[in-house]
């Protein structure tokens, strides 16, 4: 069983899980988009922050990185707010594929119904599923909700979002491969163009953790109060990262960890405790699935030392963070 999370168990151990793993020397920087190849693999930061705003930070959480898949979860919140769970469920899916996050493979054996909006292909047809008249209003809308989550702007890292149109085109394949289904709603280019531009969104660790913890308090951000999403969706939100965040080794996170998390192929992990808090974790190295190696092992044990495991029978019974 875990120490009570008080503040000042929280800040020990995240200090502590910054520390153990800072000089671990294992995985590669996602290298199929260019710029992130060259992104100091040394950096490394840490950060929880509990449903009521307060925030334990270890190593590099003030300088930013990109955010790419874990914005799928953003995304998926305004359209489960714009359109609702029954649209998604039937025009995307809510199940783990059992394959990579670009698997063509994956889309054509189930006649193009992406299956869930944290692979890239259900993450184009989320994005397309976005109402609007343009591909402008629909960047939009996008870029509102993940400035609602963070609480503050957010802006798009120009040398990513370069970098990453020049080479995606795989994802454009994705788009191409949904429309001849019928399983994308808006034009391919435009809705792949908007999820690249999501992608390149610009955020630190500690921005991060602030977007958990609005998960962590039921769509609520804890420092500006304001409402990033409907309070409903929120679990609809968590089931999807407990099955499908970090990709096709989610089943062997959830059996070390418990915990609904989501990665980025730029280094970032999201983890959120429902009620309790969000920890987020960044560093760029990456293991073969596309997940950072030490942000995986920090959280890992983070979610020992304090108990956090969801499957426990003892997750929960801590005292309250405030
Ligand atoms: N922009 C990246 C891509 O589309 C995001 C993938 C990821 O983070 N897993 O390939």
Redo the contacts with the bound molecule.
């Keep these: 069983m875990g120490a009570p999370t008080t503040p000042a168990t929280i800040r020990a151990a995240t200090t502590e899980a910054h520390q153990r793993f800072q000089d671990l020397k294992e995985g590669q920087n ?1 290298s ?2 260019p710029v992130l190849a060259r992104v100091q693999p040394e950096r490394f930061g840490l950060v929880v922050i509990t449903a009521d705003g307060q925030a334990a930070e270890a190593g590099d959480t003030r300088s930013e990185f ?1 955010i ?3 914005s799928k979860v953003f995304t998926l919140a305004r359209v489960l707010d714009e359109v609702g769970a029954e649209v998604l469920q039937k025009k995307v899916g809510d199940n783990p594929t059992g394959e990579s ?2 698997s063509v493979h994956a889309l054509v054996v189930h006649d193009g119904k992406p299956l869930n909006p944290f692979v ?1 292909a259900g ?1 184009i047809a989320t994005v397309s599923l976005i109402p609007a008249d343009s591909a402008a209003r629909r960047w939009e809308k996008i870029h509102e909700t993940v400035c609602a989550f963070a609480g503050r702007k957010l802006e798009v890292m120009d040398e990513v979002y370069r970098s ?1 149109s020049a080479t ?1 085109q ?2 454009r394949a994705l788009a191409w491969l949904l429309d001849s289904s019928h399983t994308l709603y808006s034009d391919p280019m435009e809705a792949t163009d908007v ?2 531009r999501q ?2 969104v610009g955020l630190t660790t500690y921005d991060l953790a602030v977007m958990g913890a609005t998960l962590a308090a039921g769509g609520i951000n804890p420092l500006t109060r304001q409402r990033a999403v409907k309070a409903e969706h929120v679990p609809r939100i968590l089931a999807e990262m407990t099955m499908s965040g970090l ?1 096709d080794n989610t089943g062997t996170w959830q059996y070390e960890v418990g915990l609904p998390a989501k ?4 280094g970032g992990i999201l983890a959120v405790v429902p009620g309790r808090l969000a920890i987020a974790a960044f560093s760029p190295p990456l293991d073969r699935f ?1 997940n950072s190696v030490r942000s995986q092992r920090a959280i890992r044990h983070l979610s020992e030392a304090l108990g956090l495991n969801l499957f426990a029978a003892t997750a929960g019974a801590s005292p309250p963070t405030r």
Excluded: L
């Design positions: 996602a199929y988009i990109a790419e898949s874990i996050f670009a890239n993450a990453e995606n795989h994802n999820y690249t992608c390149s990709y990665s980025g192929v730029g596309g």
